[in-house]
């Protein structure tokens, strides 16, 4: 176990919070949900039959029942919630009967802490309720996910621990886009991380200019909207991967970068990138891999990979319970 999922459960265990498993039919979230709970790192509400699930220590309940605990008090707040697009109580009960907006509707009336999802549903899966029903938080431009990635070389980041960004939600983002992310990141790479500063990277085929090509130019402006946005994060680019995490490297490339060569927030030019980075990262480099995390969120939801591992649920339930926390 890497030192940041040891430090995410130990703080869970610190102040207990409720989170929410839609995916009640997936063997992963049962697993998953019976070694948080034998580790005491949340209370866990499982969704789905409670005749087909047995975990001893979990609330299971079916949001297909009519007779689901507040279902018609989520039904009716739900109509409110989206009255203006035309939803009718008729319409918000049958909504609630599907576990994601169930669970969502709990953490919308404080009756859980956070949920997570995603292990058998898409990222528009777990997202749309989010946005329906929780909204963004204040002052967020645009809602972006991250994985974070626990690698085995502990020279990297905070001892093998590194932010990618974004992985999982924004497929062509604009360089204004991209800006948002990389400053969200470094905003969370804060919350999780503490003392440690962010370093944040966009990165790019190009470094400092050395590469023409539209990627390339929006990586630079990128990089000038953060400046301006943000300067008091060290944000630089555009930069290749070596350059970015490589000292050596940066030393060649990139020599007055305050950040080149000691990179922790990697924020990829597109979803195409980030996607496919995080998994090489964790499927050559053995690295744990914890989301995709969601930023922008009025409160805690989290993504999960379909390709996920029961364990994987565990370290981003440990994730949540933090976000909660520091969002009370």
């Not at 949001?63 to 008090?73: L, N």
């Not at 994601?100 to 802490?113: F, H, N």
């Not at 030393?251 to 927030?265: F, I, M, Q, R």
């Not at 990138?273 to 050559?284: C, D, E, P, S």
Request: proline share 5%.
């Amino acid at each position: 176990m890497s030192d940041f999922l040891n430090r995410m459960k130990q703080t869970a265990k610190q102040d207990l919070k409720t989170i929410v498993l839609p995916e009640g039919e997936d063997p992963r979230t049962i697993e998953a949900a019976k070694k948080i709970i034998a580790e005491g790192l949340a209370n866990i509400v499982i969704l789905g039959d409670p005749a087909e699930i047995d975990v001893p220590g979990a609330q299971v309940i079916n949001p297909k029942s009519p007779t689901a605990p507040k279902h018609e008090a989520y039904a009716q707040k739900f109509a409110e919630l989206r009255s203006k697009k035309g939803v009718t109580i008729e319409q918000a009960r049958a909504q609630i009967m599907d576990n994601t907006y169930y669970g969502t509707m709990m953490v919308k009336m404080g009756d859980a802490d956070g949920l997570v999802s995603g292990a058998c549903h898409s990222t528009a899966d777990t997202l749309r309720p989010a946005l329906q029903i929780l909204k963004t938080a204040p002052g967020t431009k645009l809602v972006s996910a991250f994985m974070v990635m626990c690698t085995q070389t502990p020279d990297f980041g905070a001892n093998g621990t590194v932010i990618f960004a974004d992985c999982g939600l924004n497929i062509a983002p604009t360089s204004d886009e991209l800006s948002e992310i990389a400053i969200a990141s470094a905003h969370s790479w804060k919350t999780f991380m503490g003392e440690v500063e962010p370093k944040v990277a966009l990165l790019s085929y190009s470094t400092m200019g050395s590469a023409g090509g539209d990627t390339a130019k929006k990586v630079q402006e990128a990089v000038a909207f953060c400046k301006e946005k943000a300067p008091e994060i060290a944000i630089d680019g555009d930069l290749q991967l070596d350059a970015a995490i490589v000292p050596k490297v940066a030393e060649l490339k990139a020599p007055d970068s305050t950040v080149a060569g000691s990179a922790n927030v990697l924020v990829f030019p597109d979803l195409a990138a980030g996607n496919i980075g995080y998994k090489l990262v964790q499927r050559f480099g053995r690295a744990e891999a914890y989301g995709p995390i969601l930023q922008g969120i009025a409160k805690p939801v989290n993504d999960l990979s379909r390709g996920c591992s029961a364990d994987d649920i565990v370290g981003v339930v440990a994730i949540t319970c933090v976000q909660a926390q520091l969002s009370a």
